[in-house]
């Protein structure tokens, strides 16, 4: 019959020989070095990273349908500055509901019919801070802040999503009038999109370039022309990027 104190010594010896060579002879759980260690552990660094950039992509989607979506009904559908808002509001808090649905799973809350009315009241709340409330830093001159509420919907949605991310930006000009021409010193523009448009919103807006890294002034293009905005580099007065909704060419026809 064989000794328990034996068998049980046995066992213990084997268990530390296999913590050893699971952390690599290493008592202090060092990472582990050399082949499969080294291979193990690039793996799981690209995991951690796969994981963050699935992780800002899906924070950013929401905005990026909401925006990109307005601006689709409002060219493609040709539908009205509200109207396109709703179209894409209606979108965006159909994934809204469908992240707030996966967390409930996840983390426990019971799924009911409460997510839509969270969703929509999430999308709505956004909306409203997006459409009204810009920081009188971001305004070039005080003025804008009077005719902000003219410019189109969609031109507010984009600007209050940039300003989360990047503090810099600044608006140099919104709604003009033909007096504002001869007062910079160049001729009247007829067609201008700075003017109020028959549906009472302005197309078109100036942002600052001059102060600002050209690094960032091409990532500022790249997202505002990855909504759906069409974005023009004047050096004419002021270096600066005028972005505009094409939407409202078809009032110049």
Partial sequence: MPDPANAIAKALAEIKAAAASALGD??????????????EGAAFQWW????????IAACLLP???????????AEALDAGPWMSLVVAGLATSCLVGLYVWAATRRLGPRPG?????????????????????????????PDIAETYT????????????????????VVTDGARVPEDYARMGLPVNE????????????????????????????LTTLYLRSVGLSVLRHVGTADHLHVYLKAGQAFRL
């Avoid at 905005?63 to 009904?73: D, H, K, P, Q």
């Avoid at 189109?152 to 930006?169: F, Q, Y």
């Fill in 113 to 141: 019919t409460w997510i839509p009315k969270v969703s929509l009241a999430i999308v709505l709340a956004y909306c409203f801070y997006g459409l009204v409330f810009i920081s009188p830093r971001h305004l070039g001159d």
């Fill in 150 to 169: 003219s410019l189109h919907p969609v031109i507010r949605l984009s600007l209050s999503a940039m300003v989360l991310v990047d503090s810099g930006v």
């Fill in 48 to 55: 951690v990273i796969r994981r963050m950039l699935i992780g």
């Fill in 63 to 73: 905005f990026w349908v909401l925006i990109l979506g307005s601006t689709i009904a």
């Fill in 191 to 218: 067609r201008s999109l700075h003017y109020r448009q028959p549906d009472g919103f302005v197309y078109a807006v100036d942002l600052r370039t001059r102060g600002r890294p050209e690094w960032l002034t091409v």
């Fill in 26 to 39: 290493n008592p202090r759980g060092q990472a582990w070095r050399g082949g499969r260690g080294a291979g």
